[in-house]
C-alpha cells in the first residue's frame, strides 16, 4: 500500500485526484492488458450495469465476458485510439441483449473500457451537436459578443440551469465574464472566485481531458476492484469519463446547491485561458453523444476565440503601426530625434491605452496628459535602470519601485518604459492613472484550516456571499499587446534615427514640388474666380436699375459663389444639395413656407457651383416677386432619380401673387436657363403660371452621387426634434419560445436578445413548456403551432389561463388547426423576421394591457 498522505492546506494542490480509485454511478470501467486480452480490474458494478452473471472477472478473457464481437470491435478501436485524449469510440455496441456506448483508451500501458447504457431514441449524432452551435458561433467576430452569446447557446443546446464562461487570471483566480441561467437564479456574472477554488493539479487535468462530469454531487462512489495493482500503484484515471471526483469538490458544489456540473476547457496556446461551467441542481447524466459534441464544440470554441483575440490584436497593432508611420512621417520637419519625440508626444498615445506620455532624453523631461511632473523624472529614470530587464518595462504598481510616486500629487500608479539608447539613460514612458477596484468575490477568497467532513484538512465555502474588496494603487495592467506595440515602437524609433538625415533632405525636395503646384493651383482657381466677378460685374443692366439695386444683385451672386466654393473648399470637392437649399433658403424660410423633398444627394465641385448661382437667382425671385413675397405663399423643391441615372429637380412655387413673364430678360433668367445646359450638359425649364413659377432642372448622373438606400424627407423643423426610434422594443422582458427545430429555436433566441429581450428560455416540445411554466413565468411567448408529435394548443390554453400574453408562429398556411377560442392569437409567419416578431409580440402585450 502506498502511504496516504494527509490533504491540509499545506499540500492541497497535490491532492492525488487523477488516482481517486472509484468511479462514478452512471457507468462502469473495465482495465485490460494493453491487447484488451486479460482483464486486469473492474468497478464494482461492472456486473449489474452490464448485467454480467457474475462480478468475479478479473483474469478472464474479454470476450469470455463482453462475448467474441464486441471485444473484437472494442480492440479494433484501440488500434485508432492512439491518443488518450481522443478515445476510441462505439456508440450502440451491443453487449449481451442491451446497447452501450464505450470508450476506449490506453494509457501508461493499461486498456481502459468505458461502458454507460446507450439512451433509447437518439436524437442526434455528435457532429449535428456540434454543427449547431458552430453555425451559430462561427459568424460572430468580437470577443466580448462571442463569449456573450456562446453561454446561451450551450445552454440551449444542452438544457443545464445555469451556464458560465469562467476566466482564468495570470494569479490562478478567475472571474464569470459569460452567464446564462434560469431566472430564478441568482447571477454569478462579475464575480471571482479565488485560484484555490480550482487547485493546480484539477487544471492540469483539464488541459489533459477537456470535458469534465459530475452527474451527482450526492451519489456514490463505485471503488475498482482491486485498488490496487500487484505493484501497489492504483489506476491512473487521468483520462477517464467516469472517473470519480474529489469529495472536497463534491461538497463545494452542494454548499452551491448544485447537484451535477460539466466542464469544458478553453485552451488558447496550450494554455488553460477558462472553463465552460455548466451547473445543474438536480442530478443529470449527459449522454456520451452529447458529451463528444460539446468536446467538439470546446475545441472549436477555443480555436474560433483564439482567432477572434488574434484579429483584435492584429487592429490594434494596425493602428499603432499608422500611429508610428503618421510619427515617421513627420521626421523631416525637425532637426533630430529630440526634436521629433518633444513634437510628436501626443501621438503617441495613440499607441496603446494610456492616460499619459512623458519624455526623458539628454537629462530633460517633456510630458502630456497625465503624467510625473519634471523633478520626479530622474528618481523614475534611476529606477527603471535599476530593476528593468531588456528594452522595454512595465509595472501596474509603480509604487513598488518608486515608493514616494504618490508624494508628487499625480494620480499614476503605472507605467511602461521604452529604452531609447544602449545604455539605460534616455526613456519613453507611458502613464496609466490608479484604477480603483472593488473585486467582487465569491465568499471569503482566503484559505482557512477548519475540520470538515473529510477530516483535518482544506473545507469548501459554506457560503457564496459576495465578499468585497477594495484594490488600490494599481493600475490597469500592461497586456502583451501593449508590451508588443511597445517594442515595435522602439524598433520604428531606431528606424527613424537610422533614416531621419536620408528623409529630411527627401521631404525638403518633395516640400518643394508640392509648393509649386499649389502656387500653380491657387494661380489658376484665382484667375477663375476673378474672371468670374468680371462676367457678374460688367453684364448691362437695363436703364431703369438704379445703383442699390444693381449692388445688392451683385452682392447676393458674389456671396452665392463664395459660399458654394467655401463649400466645395470644406467638403473635399463637392457638397449635399440640401444643404446648398437651405443656405440659399434660409432668409425667407419659415416653419410652412418651405419643404425640400428628396434622398440625400451629393453634387460635385462644377454642380455645387453651378446650382449655387441657379437657386441663388430662384430664391431672390421669389422672394421679391412670387411665393416667398408674401404670407402663406409656399415653395416645394423636390428631387428624384432620373431614368438615365441622373437627377431631376422640381421648383414649383404656390400661394403667392400671380405671376407674369417679364417682358425682357434679364441677366439672371439668362443664368437660370442656360447654365445647366451650357456648363453641366443638363437640362432646364421654366414656366411662369398663373399659380406660381414652376421650373424643372435635370442634372447628368456624371455629376451627381446618390447617398443612402431610401427616400427621406427634410421636413422644414429640424431632425432633431424627432423622437428616436425604440431600437429595443422588447427591452427587459422574459420570453417563452416554443419550437421543435433546434436551429430555428437558437435563431429566434437571438433575433428576441438582439431586441433587448432579457432571458429566452426555449423548449422543444409542449410538455417541456408545461413543466417550465411551473418555475418560471415569462412576460409574453413565441409558440410554434406544429411540434413533432402534436401542437403547442395546450401550451397556448395554459398561458391564456394565466393571463400571459403570446402569439402564434407557423410556415404553414392551413392554420384550421387553431381552436376558436385561440383565433385571436397575434400570428408571426416563419421564416422569423426579427421587426414582426417585436411588433407581434408588442401587439398581443398591448391587447392583454401590459
Not at 478479473?58 to 464481437?69: P, Q, S, T, Y
Not at 439512451?119 to 462571442?146: C, Y
Not at 465552460?276 to 438536480?282: M, N, P
Not at 518633444?342 to 537629462?363: K, N, Y
Request: net charge negative.
Amino acid at each position: 500500500m502506498p502511504n496516504a498522505e494527509a490533504v491540509d492546506l499545506t499540500n492541497c494542490d497535490r491532492e492525488p485526484i487523477h488516482i481517486p480509485g472509484s468511479v462514478q454511478p452512471h457507468g462502469c470501467l473495465i482495465a485490460c492488458t494493453p491487447d484488451a486480452g486479460h482483464i486486469l480490474c473492474h468497478s464494482a458494478n461492472a456486473a449489474d450495469v452490464l448485467h454480467l452473471p457474475s462480478a468475479g472477472i478479473n483474469g478472464l478473457r474479454l470476450e469470455a465476458v463482453l462475448g467474441g464481437k464486441a471485444a473484437h470491435d472494442i480492440r479494433n478501436a484501440l488500434t485508432t485510439a492512439t491518443d488518450p485524449s481522443r478515445p476510441g469510440l462505439l456508440l450502440g455496441l451491443n453487449i449481451g441483449e442491451r446497447a452501450f456506448d464505450v470508450a476506449v483508451h490506453i494509457y501508461k500501458g493499461v486498456a481502459i473500457i468505458e461502458c454507460e447504457a446507450a439512451p433509447k431514441g437518439r436524437s442526434g449524432t455528435p457532429v449535428e451537436f456540434v454543427r449547431a452551435l458552430i453555425s451559430q458561433v462561427s459568424r460572430l467576430g468580437e470577443p466580448d459578443v462571442l463569449l456573450r452569446r456562446a453561454s446561451h447557446l450551450v445552454r440551449t443546446l444542452l438544457g443545464y440551469d445555469r451556464v458560465m464562461i469562467y476566466r482564468f487570471d495570470a494569479d490562478g483566480s478567475g472571474k464569470v465574464v459569460s452567464e446564462a441561467r434560469m431566472p430564478s437564479l441568482e447571477s454569478f456574472l462579475g464575480q471571482h472566485f479565488p485560484a484555490g477554488d480550482i487547485p493546480r493539479q484539477a487544471r492540469e487535468l483539464y488541459l489533459k481531458n477537456i470535458i469534465r462530469i459530475v452527474s451527482d454531487s450526492s451519489g456514490a462512489r463505485i471503488p475498482m476492484e482491486p485498488e490496487f495493482n500487484a505493484s501497489g500503484e492504483p489506476l491512473d484515471l487521468s483520462f477517464a469519463h467516469l472517473r470519480s471526483v474529489s469529495p472536497i469538490h463534491c461538497e463545494y458544489l452542494r454548499n452551491m446547491g448544485v447537484s451535477a456540473s460539466m466542464s469544458l476547457s478553453i485552451v488558447i496556446g496550450g494554455q488553460l485561458w477558462g472553463l465552460i461551467a455548466c451547473h445543474h441542481y438536480s442530478p443529470r447524466v449527459l449522454s456520451m453523444a452529447e458529451r463528444i459534441g460539446a468536446e467538439m464544440f470546446a475545441e472549436f470554441f477555443s480555436l474560433h476565440l483564439e482567432a477572434v483575440n488574434h484579429r483584435e490584436k492584429l487592429e490594434v497593432a494596425t493602428r499603432a503601426r499608422r500611429t508610428l508611420d503618421r510619427i515617421l512621417g513627420h521626421a523631416a520637419r525637425y532637426a533630430g530625434l529630440p526634436e521629433l519625440l518633444r513634437g510628436s508626444l501626443a501621438d503617441f498615445m495613440g499607441l496603446m491605452p494610456c492616460d499619459g506620455v512623458g519624455l526623458w532624453i539628454e537629462g530633460e523631461w517633456t510630458s502630456h496628459g497625465v503624467a510625473l511632473p519634471a523633478p520626479a523624472a530622474p528618481a523614475l529614470a534611476r529606477a527603471v535602470a535599476t530593476h528593468g530587464e531588456g528594452p522595454v518595462w512595465a509595472s501596474h504598481t509603480l509604487s513598488h519601485i518608486l515608493p514616494e510616486v504618490s508624494a508628487y500629487g499625480v494620480p499614476v500608479a503605472g507605467a511602461l518604459a521604452i529604452s531609447l539608447s544602449h545604455r539605460p539613460r534616455d526613456y519613453l514612458f507611458f502613464f496609466r492613472k490608479e484604477a480603483v477596484q472593488t473585486v467582487e468575490w465569491a465568499g471569503n477568497p482566503h484559505k482557512h484550516y477548519a475540520t470538515g467532513l473529510h477530516g483535518d484538512r482544506l473545507t469548501p465555502r459554506k457560503s457564496f456571499a459576495i465578499w468585497k474588496e477594495t484594490v488600490e494603487h494599481q493600475s490597469w495592467p500592461w497586456t502583451q499587446a501593449d508590451r508588443d506595440i511597445a517594442e515595435a515602437a522602439r524598433n520604428a524609433l531606431v528606424e527613424i534615427v537610422l533614416r531621419h538625415n536620408e528623409l529630411l533632405a527627401d521631404e525638403r525636395g518633395k516640400a518643394d514640388v508640392r509648393q509649386r503646384l499649389l502656387n500653380e493651383e491657387l494661380n489658376h482657381r484665382v484667375k477663375n474666380i476673378l474672371a468670374l466677378i468680371k462676367s457678374l460685374v460688367s453684364h448691362p443692366v437695363t436703364e431703369a436699375t438704379d445703383v442699390a439695386s444693381y449692388s445688392r444683385s451683385l452682392k447676393g451672386r458674389i456671396e452665392a459663389l463664395a459660399y458654394a466654393h467655401d463649400q466645395v473648399v470644406r467638403g473635399d470637392g463637392g457638397g449635399l444639395l440640401s444643404d446648398l437649399l437651405t443656405a440659399e433658403l434660409s432668409p425667407y424660410r419659415d416653419a410652412t413656407a418651405v419643404t425640400l423633398d428628396g434622398r440625400p444627394l451629393m453634387l460635385d465641385a462644377q454642380a455645387f457651383s453651378v446650382m449655387a448661382l441657379v437657386f441663388h437667382e430662384m430664391a431672390t425671385n421669389a422672394a421679391k416677386y412670387g411665393s416667398l413675397s408674401t404670407p402663406g405663399g409656399r415653395l416645394m423643391v423636390r428631387w428624384v432619380p432620373a431614368p438615365a441615372g441622373g437627377c431631376d429637380i422640381t421648383w414649383e412655387e404656390s400661394g403667392g401673387p400671380p405671376v407674369q413673364a417679364a417682358g425682357r430678360r434679364g441677366f439672371g433668367s439668362v443664368l437660370v436657363d442656360r447654365s445647366v445646359p451650357y456648363d453641366l450638359g443638363g437640362f432646364s425649364a421654366i414656366e411662369y403660371l398663373v399659380s406660381g413659377v414652376k421650373a424643372r432642372f435635370s442634372i447628368p448622373g456624371r455629376h451627381i452621387t446618390w447617398q443612402g438606400s431610401d427616400p427621406r424627407t427634410v421636413a422644414p423643423t429640424s431632425a432633431s426634434d424627432a423622437p428616436p426610434p425604440d431600437d429595443l422594443p422588447l427591452r427587459g422582458l422574459s420570453l417563452l419560445v416554443v419550437e421543435d427545430q433546434l436551429l430555428i429555436a437558437m435563431e429566434a433566441e437571438a433575433m428576441l436578445l438582439a431586441l433587448g429581450a432579457e432571458a429566452v428560455e426555449t423548449c422543444n416540445s409542449a410538455l417541456e413548456a408545461e413543466n417550465r411554466l411551473a418555475r418560471f413565468r415569462p412576460d409574453a411567448a413565441v409558440l410554434d403551432i406544429h411540434l413533432s408529435g402534436g401542437t403547442s394548443v395546450p401550451v397556448a390554453q395554459e398561458l391564456r389561463r394565466r393571463q400571459i400574453p403570446f402569439v402564434f408562429a407557423s410556415g404553414y398556411a392551413d392554420l384550421d388547426n387553431i381552436p376558436e377560442e385561440l383565433a385571436d392569437v397575434p400570428l408571426a409567419r416563419k421564416p422569423y423576421d426579427g421587426k414582426a416578431l417585436a411588433f407581434a409580440l408588442t401587439q398581443a402585450r398591448a391587447e392583454a394591457g401590459v
